[in-house]
């Protein structure tokens, strides 16, 4: 995530509890190390869906962005490599980030 990415997203959304500060840093703020909830999942974090993305969070800020505005129950997590990317969402249910035109 990108620095610059998560203060527009704490300045548009008014989350500041989605943003946390580290090294001079801004980032989205993953309370249980991996995932980052959106305020309509911080009470009960079982119920949202996990969005998959990978790289370096690839449509991560946008999703966190929606996920807020729209009150949508996803929680978006980066995989930690392509193998991860690529088994996860045959291994539960989730929605995932991918892109087209596929070769």
């Keep these: 995530m990108v620095s610059e990415a998560m203060e527009f997203y704490a300045e548009l959304t008014?989350?500041?509890?989605?943003?946390?500060?580290?090294?001079?840093?801004v980032r989205g703020k993953c309370w249980d190390g991996y995932f980052w909830?959106?305020?309509?999942?911080r009470d009960s974090p079982s119920q949202c869906l996990p969005f998959l993305?990978?790289?370096?969070?690839?449509?991560?800020?946008e999703t966190m962005q929606k996920a807020t505005a729209w009150?949508?129950?996803v929680a978006p997590v980066v995989a930690a490599d392509w193998k991860a990317f690529t088994a996860f969402p045959?291994?539960?249910d989730m929605t995932f980030y991918w892109w087209v035109p596929d070769p």
Aim: hydrophobic share 20%; net charge negative; glycine share 16%.
């Design 14 to 25: 008014g989350d500041s509890a989605g943003i946390e500060r580290v090294d001079g840093q």
């Design 71 to 73: 009150n949508m129950q």
């Design 53 to 61: 993305t990978a790289g370096t969070g690839w449509n991560l800020e």
């Design 90 to 92: 045959s291994q539960r």
């Design 37 to 41: 909830y959106p305020p309509s999942c």
